[in-house]
């Protein structure tokens, strides 16, 4: 079979957005934490032109939000992850990869301090919620940890800051990379942060209650009719080239963030009490064996990957990928996989099995964009 | 828009049995667990009228299994359920409602006792591993805990039993009702328990090892021919006329096992050490002020439920509707939905807010079958 219809319940969450984007050329969805993900509007290749050049608005809904509040609120914070959080003020929103206890991968959300005693956790694709009510139980730390009614709204792209302006003010322009403001819209103030699943630039609106979902939908789009503001989503090929990793795609729980190339985000050493340490101390001196790599594979354009492509170097298997798709841009398949470090050299070449047949590869140790 | 498509990348993970599925018939699939579970065949009726005739084979991979193994895993297992599992034996494998300190659903999977001190929690949709984790940590409790390589594979229908005799011998017909047999196929033992997500009767295979899907796949098929086996999957209409409830569709945390009707699993008095049992306690006194229940909306077939419709007595909200299908065997909209005391009895007359207007419905005790 092709691409498979979506059967839509209770239980694959709608958001307050889906109305609009249902009315909106949506193709297709994805679910991811339990609620609706758009994939597609136009095609994946036209959303990707239009994304590097202009400006979209996405329903990333599904980046539910874990709030954590109470006097414990901090201890618990950076029990989560090996980032050192010693020093994270008000107004960060910092990128924390989540372990478990032999240091694997439960999570890789953006965190936010709202305050000293609460904090948001803005998750991918794995309910977080539990690890975090279970830890907090077993050790009895007095906070509270709920999902509340906040909804993720990304406007990315080069002609964000002017859209965003447009409805929330000049001081947008502002916010620096990975920090927020509390900007007000109809008498609320919302956190607006300048991140966002894209290399093209961009922001993320906490959409502090689901009324005001469809009304600051509506002004983004009556604000930014002449940049052409359209609906989109993450996109596969844009994410892909940015080396943009997916949890549950390019790293699960078997993964180190080491392994994942997020070495930079672990301050083991002085995240004492997190989860994990022992674990990653351990990584941490001796380096991983295998790793994040971004690869080009050669030839036309293959089926996006689906599952898990073994890699091979010199007839042996070293390494997989999980990511690929066709780049318009490098004119290649471009993809991310997880590669020996007998053969991540930058400019090594590798095979590829893929279901249309043996590619040839070379890996890359930056990310092509 | 109507139905839509889905994407799918490794993060929704496919199954032993994902290339003979997408072989068949199959139209949609649903994501759960993190994983491809299909939702139609020829027809939603279609499957529906065959299931209740003749034989299906449900790839209900998604139904993945948390191995708890070690010397705490019976007092680990205690802690997750107020059901009394103190005279668990090998060879059971119980219903077991999962809840949080609050006495909230976390999901409401199957229990089998492997042995003494392994245990398979068989979960419905979301991740209670992170859970369990969570709370083995934060306890210190001498336990592993992780995701074997197994997955389930049901046989349902009346028809059940002659299929699963030619395959794994008469010896399945002794089986009783949510009990199971390790069973020979191709020289492993097998989980062969009766039980599954269907009023029909039939049995849930635990294929453990995912080399073994397709062979036993084949075998059930080759098997199976005059029988007019077919693939199948949990189908929206019979499981609504049984009231099989789904997580996430008809409970979420939000709600209590009493509320849900799942009282007579709760022995919360004995099941001393279980999370929650505070709250459950006052709640198995007092008694919930809203219950589960099956109700018959008026007039022709709706479109099936995908959100929550809200339902009115003497202008009152009084509860929600959170399933529903068109039944042809009852000739009626059937459905499950939470509702008040007030108007919970059997044979009261509500109104239903449906997208195809207000109906009138009569709320029932009982399931259908």
Known sequence: MSVPLLSVTRRTRRTPFTDRVNASSVKAYTVYNHMLLPTVFGSVEDDYHHLKRNVQVWDVSCERQIEIRGPDAGRLIQMLTPRDLGSMTMGQCLYTPMVDETGGMLNDPVTLKLAEDRYWVSVADSDLLFWIKGLAYGLRLEIDVDEP???????????????????????????????????????????????????????????????????????????????????????????????????????????????????????????????????????????????????????????????????FGGGKRVGRVTSSAWSPDFNTNVAIGMIRMTHWDDGTTVEVETPDGMRNATVHEESYI
């Open 149 to 311: 009614d906040v909804s993720p709204l990304a406007i990315q792209g080069p002609k964000a800051d002017d859209l965003v302006a447009r409805v929330f003010g000049e001081e947008v322009r502002d916010i620096r990379f990975f920090r927020y403001a509390m900007l007000p819209f109809e008498g609320r103030h919302l956190v607006v942060a300048r991140s966002g699943y894209s290399k093209q630039g961009g922001f993320e609106i906490y959409v502090d209650g689901s009324d005001l979902g469809e009304p600051l939908w509506d002004a983004l789009f009556a604000a930014g009719e002449d940049l052409d503001v359209r609906p989109g989503c993450p996109n596969l090929i844009e994410r892909i080239e940015a080396r943009l990793l997916s949890y549950g795609n390019d790293m699960t729980r078997e993964n180190t963030p080491h392994e994942c190339g997020l070495g930079r985000f672990c301050q083991t050493q002085q995240a004492i009490g997190c989860v994990g340490r022992d674990a990653l101390l351990r990584v941490a001196v001796e380096g991983p064996v295998r790793q994040i790599r971004s690869l080009s594979i050669n030839g036309d354009a293959l089926t996006p990957c689906s599952g898990i492509w073994p890699v």
